[in-house]
């Protein structure tokens, strides 16, 4: 394995950075990333959001960030009204967001946008130098390459706050990386879990959305539900890590408690456990490499009892295995599957298509592209999620 660009430490002995950008404030994650700031009392020098006016003010008068930047210019024009009475800076449109970025140049930037649109963002991030805590693993999927480029050249380190990433990147301490066989990416199994490919046809939008471990957004939930968030996770892995999606296997684990592990050459394997709270992945990512008391509630072994684990399986959930194939086709095809994807999810929160439907469309979008596998710079990747949008939007 080669040494991948989050570590560079950088002579940083870690602890709390002296102020905080949070990209996606509205989101679970930034949320969460806002409670850990609130709970270590960091200032906040820019909050962002895309649409939610009335999120984000509530957000500015409990934060009081310097800036707060919303991605689409109405709502911007919205909230400038609304805030009128604090010194917040309001700011609008998404070449705004990423100026803002530079502006603020933050010692940490949380990005937990969702979907593609957090990719301009990480890249203003990584331009920066600073470190960038990655919950936005699209940024990965589709310019993996680019975005890690970037870094090295500006030396920016990313830490993962996916709470998978999170995990491996803790274990990766525990020995030398050209030791490392593999990585055990472990995945709570979502909702339909066992289930066949002809129980999945029947299920509905609301069994989709119930979750068994973790509180998320609808976007992600339905991603954990097809386990097209497990195969995003594996294109994360492989360029975080440095390691052939080959070397990466996914070990469905329901009761998401092991939340990553590392196997080494000697057949030791090293894994990280905790309670399911991305407040921990968060604030690990902020503090690294210093850990700090904070608001995860302790892991009780004795009530969880029993860890399962099992084989995933292709066939119920085939968006999992076209994940490692889109990888390994590369160049713009991981940002077909994303782009297509972000399509089929949101027309089924729509409830105009069913659950199966977006496994279809995600595979023959793919299928349709992957002459996109040429696309190389951002412009072409970008391209390549605007084809990929319109053939999904036309099968639906
Ligand atoms: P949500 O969809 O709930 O929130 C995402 C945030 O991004 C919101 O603040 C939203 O603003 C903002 N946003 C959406 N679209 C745009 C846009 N076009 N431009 C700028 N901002 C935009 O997502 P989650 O918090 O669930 O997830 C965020 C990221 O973290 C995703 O990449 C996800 O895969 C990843 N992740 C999430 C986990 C979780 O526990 N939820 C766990 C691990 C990773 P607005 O509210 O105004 O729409």
């Given at each position: 394995m080669n040494t991948a660009p989050y570590a560079a430490v950088n002579g940083n002995e870690g602890g709390l950075p002296a102020s905080?950008?949070?990209?996606?404030?509205?989101?679970?994650?930034?949320?969460?990333?806002?409670?850990?700031?609130?709970?270590?009392?960091?200032?906040?020098?820019?909050?962002?959001?895309?649409?939610?006016?009335?999120?984000?003010?509530?957000?500015?008068?409990?934060?009081?960030?310097?800036?707060?930047?919303?991605?689409?210019?109405?709502?911007?024009?919205?909230?400038?009204a609304r805030l009128k009475d604090t010194p917040v800076t309001v700011r609008g449109g998404t070449d705004a967001l990423c100026e803002t970025i530079r502006v603020v140049n933050s010692p940490v930037t949380v990005n937990a946008i969702l979907g593609e649109a957090g990719l301009l963002p990480t890249l203003a991030c990584a331009s920066l130098g600073r470190r960038l805590a990655l919950s936005n693993k699209e940024s990965l999927v589709v310019a993996g390459e680019i975005v890690k480029a970037e870094a090295k050249k500006a030396g920016c380190e990313i830490i993962p706050v996916d709470s998978e990433h999170s995990a491996i990147?803790?274990?990766?301490?525990?020995?030398?990386?050209?030791?490392?066989?593999?990585?055990?990416?472990?995945?709570?199994?979502?909702?339909?879990?066992?289930?066949?490919?002809?129980?999945?046809a029947k299920v509905t939008l609301q069994d989709a959305l119930a979750h068994p471990t973790w509180k998320?957004?609808?976007?992600?939930?339905?991603?954990?539900?097809?386990?097209?968030?497990?195969?995003?996770?594996?294109?994360?892995?492989?360029?975080?890590?440095?390691?052939s999606p080959d070397a990466i296997k996914v070990v469905v684990h329901p009761e998401s408690i092991i939340h990553s592990?590392?196997?080494?050459?000697?057949?030791?394997?090293?894994?990280?456990?905790?309670?399911?709270?991305?407040r921990l992945c968060v604030q690990y990512a902020l503090t690294y490499p210093a850990r700090l008391p904070g608001l995860t509630r302790e892991l009780d072994l004795f009530s969880v009892g029993t860890l399962n684990f099992f084989k995933p399986d292709p066939e119920a959930f085939p968006l999992l295995p076209l994940a490692f194939y889109a990888m390994k086709r590369g160049g713009g095809v991981p940002a077909v599957?994303?782009?297509?994807?972000?399509?089929?999810?949101?027309?089924?929160?729509?409830?105009?298509?069913?659950?199966?439907?977006?496994?279809?469309?995600?595979?023959?979008?793919?299928?349709?592209?992957?002459?996109?596998?040429?696309?190389?710079?951002?412009?072409?990747?970008?391209?390549?999620?605007?084809?990929?949008?319109?053939?999904?939007?036309?099968?639906?």
């Amino acid at each position: 394995m080669n040494t991948a660009p989050y570590a560079a430490v950088n002579g940083n002995e870690g602890g709390l950075p002296a102020s905080l950008s949070v990209l996606g404030a509205t989101g679970p994650v930034g949320r969460q990333a806002l409670e850990v700031a609130g709970e270590h009392k960091i200032p906040l020098d820019l909050l962002t959001a895309n649409t939610d006016v009335s999120g984000m003010e509530a957000l500015a008068r409990a934060y009081s960030p310097r800036f707060a930047v919303m991605a689409d210019e109405g709502a911007a024009r919205d909230l400038a009204a609304r805030l009128k009475d604090t010194p917040v800076t309001v700011r609008g449109g998404t070449d705004a967001l990423c100026e803002t970025i530079r502006v603020v140049n933050s010692p940490v930037t949380v990005n937990a946008i969702l979907g593609e649109a957090g990719l301009l963002p990480t890249l203003a991030c990584a331009s920066l130098g600073r470190r960038l805590a990655l919950s936005n693993k699209e940024s990965l999927v589709v310019a993996g390459e680019i975005v890690k480029a970037e870094a090295k050249k500006a030396g920016c380190e990313i830490i993962p706050v996916d709470s998978e990433h999170s995990a491996i990147f803790q274990c990766l301490h525990a020995g030398r990386k050209s030791d490392v066989r593999s990585i055990l990416l472990t995945a709570s199994g979502g909702p339909f879990r066992g289930m066949t490919r002809e129980q999945l046809a029947k299920v509905t939008l609301q069994d989709a959305l119930a979750h068994p471990t973790w509180k998320m957004g609808a976007k992600i939930t339905v991603d954990s539900a097809t386990m097209m968030n497990k195969g995003f996770e594996v294109i994360e892995a492989a360029h975080l890590f440095d390691v052939s999606p080959d070397a990466i296997k996914v070990v469905v684990h329901p009761e998401s408690i092991i939340h990553s592990a590392v196997e080494y050459i000697d057949s030791a394997v090293v894994a990280q456990l905790s309670s399911p709270d991305m407040r921990l992945c968060v604030q690990y990512a902020l503090t690294y490499p210093a850990r700090l008391p904070g608001l995860t509630r302790e892991l009780d072994l004795f009530s969880v009892g029993t860890l399962n684990f099992f084989k995933p399986d292709p066939e119920a959930f085939p968006l999992l295995p076209l994940a490692f194939y889109a990888m390994k086709r590369g160049g713009g095809v991981p940002a077909v599957l994303n782009a297509a994807n972000e399509v089929a999810v949101a027309a089924f929160l729509k409830e105009k298509i069913s659950f199966t439907d977006i496994s279809r469309i995600v595979s023959e979008t793919v299928e349709k592209l992957t002459v996109c596998k040429n696309a190389k710079t951002v412009e072409e990747l970008l391209d390549a999620d605007k084809q990929a949008r319109s053939v999904a939007a036309a099968l639906i």
